[in-house]
């Protein structure tokens, strides 16, 4: 599943599983579809930046391991941060399907 958050300043496809784990950050529920009012989206934003920044890197893997490196929540919640910001900034709703 693909989830899409659709602002007036830009849009941003997340895989399903990421998305819902971040709309969770932003204090909503994981459902989809769904919408945060502009006057909202600062906050959200906030608790986001919060929920990230608190966030532990993950463990290092050993060498010997042949596994593919894991990407960290924090970057996978750039681009939707960025979103938010420009949302902000303009006062837009957003919006994910």
């Known amino acids: ?9 830009g849009v941003i496809t997340m895989f399903g599983e990421d998305a819902l784990a ?3 950050m932003m204090g909503h529920t994981a459902t989809v579809p769904g919408a945060i009012l502009a006057a909202d989206v600062p906050a959200a934003l906030s608790r986001l930046k ?5 966030e532990k890197s993950p463990a290092p893997v050993a060498e ?3 596994e593919e490196p894991s990407v960290s929540m924090a970057h996978r919640a ?8 420009a949302a902000a900034k303009e ?3 957003v919006m994910w399907e």
């Open 1 to 9: 599943m693909l989830v899409t958050f659709n602002t007036d300043v």
């Open 78 to 85: 750039s681009p939707l941060i960025d979103l938010l910001t």
């Open 22 to 24: 971040i709309l969770k």
């Open 64 to 66: 010997e391991e042949e």
């Open 91 to 93: 006062g837009c709703d």
């Open 50 to 54: 919060a929920a990230v920044g608190a």
